[in-house]
């Protein structure tokens, strides 16, 4: 099976990036640990701060993979590329999030994502992404 990650802008940054919210531990640490729990799934991971380059990512792995793991970060409020991009791949996204979207500020309760994804999983810090992965094991 052939997953794939991807983060949006700012994701880079988790571990440094308001720990209170997003917790101190790095991505690249939790990936680690992810891939060797997880050793008979092929994970990939990407991340990018630039929307272009997230939408060419959906396109470019969006008919092959079995499942993508989507956290678009502040792109989910705002996006209609990546909205369309997902609902235009015929590979499952699920979209997760770090933090509790719906109680933080208002502007983050829309989601461009949710309409177009298979799944949410929303605000079990970085256990989302496990969460994720296993729905499509
Ligand atoms: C986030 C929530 C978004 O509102 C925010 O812009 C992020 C991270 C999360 O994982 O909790 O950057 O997607």
Redesign the pocket.
């Known amino acids: 099976m052939k997953i794939i990650i991807i983060n949006?802008?700012?994701?880079n940054l988790l571990g440094q990036r308001e720990p209170e919210?997003?917790g101190s531990l790095s991505f690249d640490t939790f990936i680690k640990g992810l891939k060797r729990k997880y050793t008979s799934t092929d994970i990939q991971y990407f991340q990018s701060n630039i929307e272009g380059e997230l939408i060419n990512k959906l396109q470019e792995v969006g008919f092959s993979y079995d499942g993508i793991i989507l956290?678009?970060?502040?792109y989910?409020?705002t996006s209609i590329g990546i909205g369309d991009a997902v609902k235009a791949i015929t590979t499952p996204v699920i979209e997760?999030?770090?933090?509790?979207?719906f109680s933080?500020e208002s502007f983050?309760h829309q989601s461009f994502i949710s309409p177009n994804a298979k799944g949410v999983i929303?605000?079990f810090g970085l256990k989302?992404y496990e969460l994720a992965l296993q729905s499509f094991l």
């Not at 949006?8 to 994701?11: H, K």
């Not at 956290?71 to 502040?74: H, I």
């Not at 997760?96 to 979207?101: G, M, Q, R, W």
């Open positions: 949006g802008p700012n994701l919210i997003y956290n678009a970060a502040a989910t409020h997760v999030h770090i933090s509790n979207t933080r983050r929303i605000g989302s």
